[in-house]
Protein backbone atom coordinates (compact mmCIF):
# COMPACT_ATOMS: atom_id res chain seq x y z
CA UNK A 1 0.00 0.00 0.00
CA UNK A 2 1.02 3.85 -0.89
CA UNK A 3 2.86 5.25 2.50
CA UNK A 4 3.15 8.78 3.10
CA UNK A 5 5.55 11.45 2.45
CA UNK A 6 8.32 12.30 4.12
CA UNK A 7 10.46 15.98 3.47
CA UNK A 8 14.24 15.53 3.53
CA UNK A 9 15.88 14.85 6.88
CA UNK A 10 18.84 17.26 6.94
CA UNK A 11 22.77 15.68 7.16
CA UNK A 12 24.74 16.68 10.08
CA UNK A 13 27.87 16.98 11.05
CA UNK A 14 29.56 13.63 12.75
CA UNK A 15 27.59 10.90 14.09
CA UNK A 16 25.21 9.79 17.36
CA UNK A 17 25.82 6.54 19.37
CA UNK A 18 24.18 3.85 19.57
CA UNK A 19 20.94 3.65 20.55
CA UNK A 20 20.07 2.26 24.05
CA UNK A 21 16.49 1.63 25.05
CA UNK A 22 13.83 -0.42 27.09
CA UNK A 23 12.91 -3.64 26.43
CA UNK A 24 9.62 -5.19 27.88
CA UNK A 25 10.74 -8.59 27.46
CA UNK A 26 13.45 -8.79 29.30
CA UNK A 27 12.73 -5.30 31.63
CA UNK A 28 16.15 -3.83 30.25
CA UNK A 29 17.51 -0.63 29.01
CA UNK A 30 19.90 -2.08 26.42
CA UNK A 31 21.72 -1.04 23.30
CA UNK A 32 19.55 -3.23 20.71
CA UNK A 33 21.49 -2.83 17.90
CA UNK A 34 25.58 -1.70 18.39
CA UNK A 35 27.02 -2.57 14.88
CA UNK A 36 26.62 -0.30 11.85
CA UNK A 37 24.88 -1.94 9.09
CA UNK A 38 21.36 -2.61 8.74
CA UNK A 39 18.36 -2.24 11.83
CA UNK A 40 14.90 -3.85 11.08
CA UNK A 41 11.76 -1.78 12.81
CA UNK A 42 8.33 -3.02 12.93
CA UNK A 43 5.44 -0.26 14.64
CA UNK A 44 1.83 -2.10 14.77
CA UNK A 45 -0.28 0.53 12.21
CA UNK A 46 -3.43 1.63 13.41
CA UNK A 47 -6.80 0.13 12.82
CA UNK A 48 -8.43 2.27 10.47
CA UNK A 49 -11.11 4.35 12.22
CA UNK A 50 -11.24 7.30 14.84
CA UNK A 51 -7.97 8.16 13.21
CA UNK A 52 -5.15 10.01 15.08
CA UNK A 53 -5.65 10.42 18.26
CA UNK A 54 -3.00 11.61 20.76
CA UNK A 55 -2.33 8.47 21.58
CA UNK A 56 -1.82 7.47 18.58
CA UNK A 57 0.24 10.16 17.68
CA UNK A 58 2.22 9.50 20.74
CA UNK A 59 3.47 6.03 19.33
CA UNK A 60 4.30 6.68 16.31
CA UNK A 61 6.31 9.51 17.49
CA UNK A 62 8.34 7.13 19.91
CA UNK A 63 9.01 4.90 17.25
CA UNK A 64 10.07 8.08 14.46
CA UNK A 65 12.78 9.29 17.19
CA UNK A 66 14.02 5.52 17.10
CA UNK A 67 14.36 5.47 13.06
CA UNK A 68 16.03 9.14 13.65
CA UNK A 69 18.58 7.51 16.09
CA UNK A 70 19.54 5.03 14.32
CA UNK A 71 20.03 6.93 10.80
CA UNK A 72 22.05 9.56 12.90
CA UNK A 73 24.27 6.93 14.14
CA UNK A 74 24.87 5.79 10.61
CA UNK A 75 22.70 2.68 10.36
CA UNK A 76 20.14 1.88 7.14
CA UNK A 77 16.95 1.20 8.96
CA UNK A 78 13.73 -0.79 6.86
CA UNK A 79 10.91 0.74 8.72
CA UNK A 80 7.76 -2.10 8.25
CA UNK A 81 4.36 -0.74 9.69
CA UNK A 82 1.06 -2.24 8.66
CA UNK A 83 -2.28 -1.17 9.27
CA UNK A 84 -5.02 -3.22 10.07
CA UNK A 85 -7.43 -2.67 7.46
CA UNK A 86 -9.94 -5.78 8.14
CA UNK A 87 -10.79 -6.59 11.35
CA UNK A 88 -13.68 -7.39 13.49
CA UNK A 89 -13.77 -3.40 15.25
CA UNK A 90 -13.59 -1.87 11.63
CA UNK A 91 -16.27 -3.63 10.78
CA UNK A 92 -18.32 -3.18 13.95
CA UNK A 93 -17.71 0.71 13.66
CA UNK A 94 -18.56 0.79 9.91
CA UNK A 95 -22.17 -1.17 10.87
CA UNK A 96 -22.63 1.20 13.53
CA UNK A 97 -21.92 4.65 11.27
CA UNK A 98 -23.64 2.88 8.24
CA UNK A 99 -20.91 2.92 5.92
CA UNK A 100 -19.21 -0.02 3.87
CA UNK A 101 -15.99 -0.67 5.86
CA UNK A 102 -13.56 -0.27 2.86
CA UNK A 103 -14.41 3.40 2.81
CA UNK A 104 -14.10 3.76 6.20
CA UNK A 105 -10.41 2.14 6.12
CA UNK A 106 -9.92 4.40 3.11
CA UNK A 107 -10.78 7.26 4.03
CA UNK A 108 -9.03 6.89 7.53
CA UNK A 109 -6.15 5.75 6.02
CA UNK A 110 -5.52 9.04 4.02
CA UNK A 111 -5.92 10.97 7.40
CA UNK A 112 -3.93 9.07 9.27
CA UNK A 113 -1.23 9.88 6.43
CA UNK A 114 -2.11 13.77 5.92
CA UNK A 115 -1.70 14.01 10.21
CA UNK A 116 1.61 11.89 9.80
CA UNK A 117 2.94 14.40 6.79
CA UNK A 118 1.42 17.42 8.82
CA UNK A 119 3.52 16.34 12.11
CA UNK A 120 7.03 15.27 10.23
CA UNK A 121 6.66 11.60 11.23
CA UNK A 122 8.90 9.59 8.87
CA UNK A 123 7.57 7.31 6.40
CA UNK A 124 8.16 3.31 6.56
CA UNK A 125 9.70 1.92 3.63
CA UNK A 126 6.81 -0.92 3.57
CA UNK A 127 3.21 0.29 4.61
CA UNK A 128 1.83 -2.92 4.29
CA UNK A 129 -2.35 -3.58 4.51
CA UNK A 130 -3.49 -6.45 6.12
CA UNK A 131 -5.67 -7.48 3.45
CA UNK A 132 -2.71 -7.45 1.29
CA UNK A 133 -0.82 -10.37 3.45
CA UNK A 134 -3.69 -12.39 3.32
CA UNK A 135 -2.15 -14.96 1.12
CA UNK A 136 0.95 -15.10 3.16
CA UNK A 137 -1.44 -15.64 6.03
CA UNK A 138 -3.01 -18.44 4.52
CA UNK A 139 0.73 -19.91 3.70
CA UNK A 140 1.59 -19.52 7.51
CA UNK A 141 -1.95 -21.13 8.84
CA UNK A 142 -1.59 -23.86 6.62
CA UNK A 143 1.93 -24.83 7.71
CA UNK A 144 1.07 -24.45 11.10
CA UNK A 145 -1.67 -27.05 11.14
CA UNK A 146 0.44 -29.32 8.97
CA UNK A 147 3.53 -28.85 11.90
CA UNK A 148 0.79 -30.13 14.69
CA UNK A 149 1.05 -26.41 16.14
CA UNK A 150 -2.73 -25.85 15.44
CA UNK A 151 -6.47 -27.21 15.19
CA UNK A 152 -9.62 -26.81 13.24
CA UNK A 153 -12.83 -25.80 14.91
CA UNK A 154 -15.93 -26.29 13.34
CA UNK A 155 -17.93 -23.50 12.84
CA UNK A 156 -21.25 -23.66 15.32
CA UNK A 157 -24.61 -23.33 13.27
CA UNK A 158 -22.52 -22.79 9.80
CA UNK A 159 -20.11 -24.31 7.45
CA UNK A 160 -16.04 -25.10 7.74
CA UNK A 161 -13.64 -24.63 10.48
CA UNK A 162 -11.96 -21.75 12.22
CA UNK A 163 -8.07 -22.75 13.12
CA UNK A 164 -6.51 -21.92 16.65
CA UNK A 165 -2.64 -22.08 17.38
CA UNK A 166 -2.04 -24.81 19.73
CA UNK A 167 -0.40 -22.87 22.74
CA UNK A 168 0.81 -25.89 24.32
CA UNK A 169 2.93 -26.84 21.84
CA UNK A 170 4.97 -23.32 22.28
CA UNK A 171 7.28 -23.52 25.25
CA UNK A 172 8.09 -19.96 24.67
CA UNK A 173 4.42 -18.90 25.02
CA UNK A 174 4.30 -16.25 28.19
CA UNK A 175 8.28 -14.93 27.62
CA UNK A 176 7.94 -12.24 25.92
CA UNK A 177 5.10 -10.33 28.42
CA UNK A 178 6.51 -12.44 31.27
CA UNK A 179 2.64 -12.46 32.38
CA UNK A 180 0.71 -14.78 34.58
CA UNK A 181 -2.11 -16.39 33.38
CA UNK A 182 -4.07 -14.57 35.71
CA UNK A 183 -2.92 -11.31 34.15
CA UNK A 184 -3.39 -12.72 30.34
CA UNK A 185 -7.45 -13.75 31.50
CA UNK A 186 -7.78 -9.78 33.20
CA UNK A 187 -7.35 -8.24 29.08
CA UNK A 188 -7.61 -11.23 27.14
CA UNK A 189 -11.51 -10.95 25.99
CA UNK A 190 -11.50 -6.89 26.15
CA UNK A 191 -8.70 -7.04 23.28
CA UNK A 192 -10.14 -9.34 20.96
CA UNK A 193 -9.83 -12.71 22.52
CA UNK A 194 -12.29 -15.29 22.74
CA UNK A 195 -11.38 -17.46 25.81
CA UNK A 196 -15.22 -18.97 26.11
CA UNK A 197 -15.31 -20.88 22.66
CA UNK A 198 -16.33 -23.76 23.33
CA UNK A 199 -13.71 -26.99 21.63
CA UNK A 200 -10.86 -24.76 22.42
CA UNK A 201 -8.19 -26.67 24.32
CA UNK A 202 -6.36 -23.83 25.53
CA UNK A 203 -8.93 -20.68 26.48
CA UNK A 204 -6.03 -18.40 25.55
CA UNK A 205 -5.17 -20.25 21.82
CA UNK A 206 -5.38 -17.46 19.78
CA UNK A 207 -7.16 -17.37 16.34
CA UNK A 208 -5.74 -17.69 13.31
CA UNK A 209 -7.98 -18.20 10.87
CA UNK A 210 -11.79 -17.05 10.64
CA UNK A 211 -14.00 -19.66 8.25
CA UNK A 212 -16.62 -17.32 6.13
CA UNK A 213 -19.41 -16.23 7.97
CA UNK A 214 -22.84 -14.75 6.05
CA UNK A 215 -22.59 -11.16 5.74
CA UNK A 216 -18.56 -10.79 6.34
CA UNK A 217 -15.98 -10.17 3.73
CA UNK A 218 -13.84 -13.47 3.22
CA UNK A 219 -10.87 -14.18 0.83
CA UNK A 220 -9.83 -17.62 -0.67
CA UNK A 221 -8.04 -19.47 2.15
CA UNK A 222 -7.10 -22.85 -0.20
CA UNK A 223 -7.80 -25.71 1.84
CA UNK A 224 -8.15 -23.85 5.04
CA UNK A 225 -11.48 -22.41 3.06
CA UNK A 226 -12.76 -18.71 2.26
CA UNK A 227 -12.29 -16.80 5.47
CA UNK A 228 -10.34 -14.02 7.33
CA UNK A 229 -6.89 -14.15 9.06
CA UNK A 230 -7.10 -13.51 13.09
CA UNK A 231 -5.59 -10.55 14.06
CA UNK A 232 -2.24 -11.53 15.53
CA UNK A 233 -0.97 -13.16 12.10
CA UNK A 234 -1.42 -10.51 10.00
CA UNK A 235 1.41 -8.61 11.80
CA UNK A 236 3.73 -12.06 12.44
CA UNK A 237 3.32 -12.38 8.45
CA UNK A 238 3.96 -8.68 7.16
CA UNK A 239 6.88 -8.40 9.91
CA UNK A 240 8.37 -11.87 8.69
CA UNK A 241 8.14 -11.04 4.68
CA UNK A 242 9.90 -7.50 5.04
CA UNK A 243 12.08 -7.97 8.13
CA UNK A 244 13.22 -11.64 8.16
CA UNK A 245 13.89 -13.52 11.58
CA UNK A 246 15.21 -11.84 14.85
CA UNK A 247 14.37 -8.18 13.48
CA UNK A 248 15.64 -5.82 15.66
CA UNK A 249 12.49 -3.95 17.52
CA UNK A 250 8.86 -4.70 17.53
CA UNK A 251 7.04 -1.37 18.51
CA UNK A 252 3.33 -0.91 19.66
CA UNK A 253 1.23 0.96 22.72
CA UNK A 254 1.93 -0.84 26.43
CA UNK A 255 -1.52 -1.84 25.20
CA UNK A 256 -0.51 -4.57 22.82
CA UNK A 257 1.97 -5.89 25.23
CA UNK A 258 -0.47 -9.05 25.41
CA UNK A 259 -2.15 -10.33 23.51
CA UNK A 260 -1.16 -8.89 20.46
CA UNK A 261 2.97 -9.15 20.62
CA UNK A 262 2.71 -12.02 22.55
CA UNK A 263 0.92 -14.26 20.04
CA UNK A 264 2.48 -12.49 17.65
CA UNK A 265 5.81 -13.74 18.74
CA UNK A 266 4.65 -16.94 19.59
CA UNK A 267 3.50 -17.76 16.25
CA UNK A 268 6.70 -16.50 14.61
CA UNK A 269 8.44 -18.94 16.38
CA UNK A 270 5.97 -21.79 15.99
CA UNK A 271 7.02 -20.97 12.54
CA UNK A 272 10.69 -20.84 12.28
CA UNK A 273 12.01 -21.98 15.35
CA UNK A 274 13.64 -18.19 15.97
CA UNK A 275 13.26 -15.28 18.27
CA UNK A 276 10.60 -13.05 16.55
CA UNK A 277 12.00 -9.35 17.85
CA UNK A 278 15.60 -8.68 19.60
CA UNK A 279 13.47 -6.48 21.76
CA UNK A 280 10.00 -5.02 22.18
CA UNK A 281 8.93 -1.85 22.70
CA UNK A 282 6.51 -0.06 24.18
CA UNK A 283 4.74 3.50 24.38
CA UNK A 284 3.14 3.70 27.93
CA UNK A 285 -0.56 4.85 27.00
CA UNK A 286 -1.86 8.20 26.98
CA UNK A 287 -5.19 9.01 28.43
CA UNK A 288 -8.01 12.17 29.10
CA UNK A 289 -9.20 12.98 32.13
CA UNK A 290 -7.42 10.11 34.05
CA UNK A 291 -9.02 7.52 31.75
CA UNK A 292 -7.06 5.71 28.40
CA UNK A 293 -7.45 7.59 25.27
CA UNK A 294 -9.34 5.00 23.34
CA UNK A 295 -11.68 4.37 20.24
CA UNK A 296 -14.29 2.35 22.53
CA UNK A 297 -14.25 5.22 25.13
CA UNK A 298 -14.87 7.93 22.64
CA UNK A 299 -12.55 10.27 25.10
CA UNK A 300 -10.46 11.17 22.16
CA UNK A 301 -8.40 14.40 21.00
CA UNK A 302 -7.40 14.12 17.14
CA UNK A 303 -4.39 15.54 15.70
CA UNK A 304 -6.50 16.86 12.75
CA UNK A 305 -9.14 18.70 14.73
CA UNK A 306 -6.12 20.40 16.54
CA UNK A 307 -4.66 21.71 13.09
CA UNK A 308 -8.34 22.58 11.90
CA UNK A 309 -7.93 24.92 14.77
CA UNK A 310 -4.98 26.09 13.68
CA UNK A 311 -2.98 24.45 16.15
CA UNK A 312 0.95 24.36 14.50
CA UNK A 313 1.59 21.03 14.19
CA UNK A 314 4.75 21.42 15.17
CA UNK A 315 3.77 22.54 18.36
CA UNK A 316 1.34 19.37 18.62
CA UNK A 317 5.19 17.51 18.08
CA UNK A 318 6.94 19.24 20.71
CA UNK A 319 3.64 18.49 23.32
CA UNK A 320 4.17 14.80 22.89
CA UNK A 321 8.00 14.99 22.50
CA UNK A 322 7.93 16.80 26.27
CA UNK A 323 6.73 13.15 27.79
CA UNK A 324 8.92 10.22 28.19
CA UNK A 325 7.22 7.52 26.41
CA UNK A 326 7.80 5.01 29.16
CA UNK A 327 5.43 7.32 31.56
CA UNK A 328 2.00 7.31 31.26
CA UNK A 329 0.64 10.40 30.48
CA UNK A 330 -2.81 12.91 30.54
CA UNK A 331 -3.43 15.01 27.68
CA UNK A 332 -4.23 18.53 28.91
CA UNK A 333 -4.60 21.99 26.81
CA UNK A 334 -2.04 23.49 29.61
CA UNK A 335 0.50 20.93 27.65
CA UNK A 336 -0.25 22.14 24.24
CA UNK A 337 0.49 26.03 25.47
CA UNK A 338 3.29 25.41 26.88
CA UNK A 339 4.47 23.41 23.44
CA UNK A 340 3.09 26.86 22.08
CA UNK A 341 5.51 29.02 23.94
CA UNK A 342 8.30 26.84 23.46
CA UNK A 343 8.05 26.92 19.64
CA UNK A 344 7.57 30.39 19.68
CA UNK A 345 10.46 31.33 21.78
CA UNK A 346 12.89 28.22 19.66
CA UNK A 347 11.86 29.93 16.75
CA UNK A 348 12.54 33.74 18.36
CA UNK A 349 15.77 32.92 19.31
CA UNK A 350 16.69 31.40 16.07
CA UNK A 351 15.30 34.60 14.26
CA UNK A 352 17.05 37.17 16.34
CA UNK A 353 20.27 38.72 15.05
CA UNK A 354 23.52 36.89 16.72
CA UNK A 355 25.54 38.79 19.10
CA UNK A 356 28.31 40.87 17.28
CA UNK A 357 31.65 38.88 17.00
CA UNK A 358 34.57 40.62 18.19
CA UNK A 359 36.06 42.92 16.05
CA UNK A 360 39.47 40.99 15.73
CA UNK A 361 37.62 37.62 16.27
CA UNK A 362 38.40 35.45 12.93
CA UNK A 363 35.57 34.95 10.40
CA UNK A 364 33.62 31.44 11.00
CA UNK A 365 33.64 28.58 8.07
CA UNK A 366 30.13 27.43 7.27
CA UNK A 367 29.72 24.37 9.54
CA UNK A 368 32.13 25.25 12.29
CA UNK A 369 31.26 25.43 15.73
CA UNK A 370 28.48 23.13 16.52
CA UNK A 371 27.57 24.25 19.26
CA UNK A 372 27.63 21.83 22.15
CA UNK A 373 23.94 21.73 22.56
CA UNK A 374 23.99 19.23 19.28
CA UNK A 375 26.00 16.07 21.57
CA UNK A 376 23.66 16.91 24.45
CA UNK A 377 20.58 15.78 21.90
CA UNK A 378 22.16 12.89 20.74
CA UNK A 379 22.66 11.84 23.98
CA UNK A 380 19.90 12.49 25.60
CA UNK A 381 17.97 10.49 22.79
CA UNK A 382 20.53 7.40 22.34
CA UNK A 383 19.99 7.10 26.01
CA UNK A 384 16.55 5.70 26.19
CA UNK A 385 14.64 8.00 24.26
CA UNK A 386 15.03 11.02 26.67
CA UNK A 387 13.35 13.73 24.27
CA UNK A 388 12.08 15.82 27.55
CA UNK A 389 15.86 16.15 28.55
CA UNK A 390 16.67 17.04 25.00
CA UNK A 391 14.15 19.69 25.01
CA UNK A 392 15.47 20.80 28.10
CA UNK A 393 19.31 21.57 26.67
CA UNK A 394 17.27 23.45 23.58
CA UNK A 395 15.43 25.33 26.18
CA UNK A 396 18.98 26.21 27.96
CA UNK A 397 20.59 27.04 24.87
CA UNK A 398 18.31 28.97 23.80
CA UNK A 399 18.22 30.83 27.51
CA UNK A 400 21.53 31.87 27.71
CA UNK A 401 21.25 33.65 23.70
CA UNK A 402 21.62 30.79 21.54
CA UNK A 403 25.35 30.67 21.10
CA UNK A 404 27.21 29.24 17.98
CA UNK A 405 25.99 28.08 14.94
CA UNK A 406 22.46 28.29 15.06
CA UNK A 407 21.99 26.89 11.69
CA UNK A 408 23.53 23.46 12.86
CA UNK A 409 21.37 23.37 15.71
CA UNK A 410 17.77 24.27 13.70
CA UNK A 411 19.46 21.33 11.78
CA UNK A 412 19.94 19.06 14.54
CA UNK A 413 16.68 19.88 15.88
CA UNK A 414 14.86 19.25 12.56
CA UNK A 415 17.07 16.05 12.48
CA UNK A 416 16.98 14.34 15.43
CA UNK A 417 13.89 15.88 16.77
CA UNK A 418 11.97 16.02 14.21
CA UNK A 419 10.79 20.20 14.50
CA UNK A 420 11.33 22.54 12.02
CA UNK A 421 12.08 25.86 13.19
N1 LIG B 1 -3.98 -2.23 14.37
C1 LIG B 1 -3.63 -2.59 15.70
C2 LIG B 1 -2.18 -2.95 15.83
S1 LIG B 1 -1.70 -4.23 14.71
C3 LIG B 1 -3.97 -1.47 16.69
O1 LIG B 1 -3.72 -1.63 17.86
N2 LIG B 1 -4.52 -0.36 16.18
S2 LIG B 1 -4.98 0.90 17.05
O2 LIG B 1 -5.49 1.85 16.09
O3 LIG B 1 -5.86 0.51 18.08
O4 LIG B 1 -3.70 1.50 17.71
C4 LIG B 1 -2.62 1.96 16.91
C5 LIG B 1 -1.36 2.12 17.77
O5 LIG B 1 -1.57 3.14 18.76
C6 LIG B 1 -1.01 0.85 18.54
O6 LIG B 1 0.41 0.71 18.55
C7 LIG B 1 -1.53 1.13 19.94
O7 LIG B 1 -0.79 0.44 20.93
C8 LIG B 1 -1.33 2.63 20.06
N3 LIG B 1 -2.29 3.28 20.99
C9 LIG B 1 -3.63 3.15 20.98
N4 LIG B 1 -4.18 3.89 21.99
C10 LIG B 1 -3.14 4.50 22.64
C11 LIG B 1 -3.04 5.40 23.76
N5 LIG B 1 -4.11 5.84 24.40
N6 LIG B 1 -1.81 5.81 24.14
C12 LIG B 1 -0.69 5.38 23.47
N7 LIG B 1 -0.73 4.55 22.40
C13 LIG B 1 -1.93 4.11 21.99
ZN1 LIG C 1 0.20 -5.44 15.14
Not at 197 to 204: I, W
Request: charged share 20%; aromatic share 6%; with cysteine.
Amino acid sequence: MKTWTTAPVPELTGRGGPLRVHDTATGTVQVVHPDSGTAGLYVCGITPYDATHMGHAATYLTFDLVVRVWRDAGLDVTYVQNVTDVDEPLLERAERDGVAWQDLAASQIALFHEDMEALNVLAPQHYVGAIEGIPDDVTAVQELLAAGSAYPLPVEDGEGHDVYLDLSTQPSFGSMSGWSRDQMFEVFSERGGDPDRPGKRDALDPLLWRAHRDGEPHWPGEDLGDGRPGWHIECTTIALRYLGEAFDIQGGGTDLIFPHHEMSAVQARALTGQPFARAYVHQAMVGLEGEKMSKSKGNLVLVSALRREGVDPMAIRLALLAQHYRQPWDWTPEILQTAVARLACWRGALAAQPEPAAADAPAEPAGADVPPVVAEIRAALAHDLDAPAALRSVDEWVRVGAPGNRAAVAAAVDALLGIRL
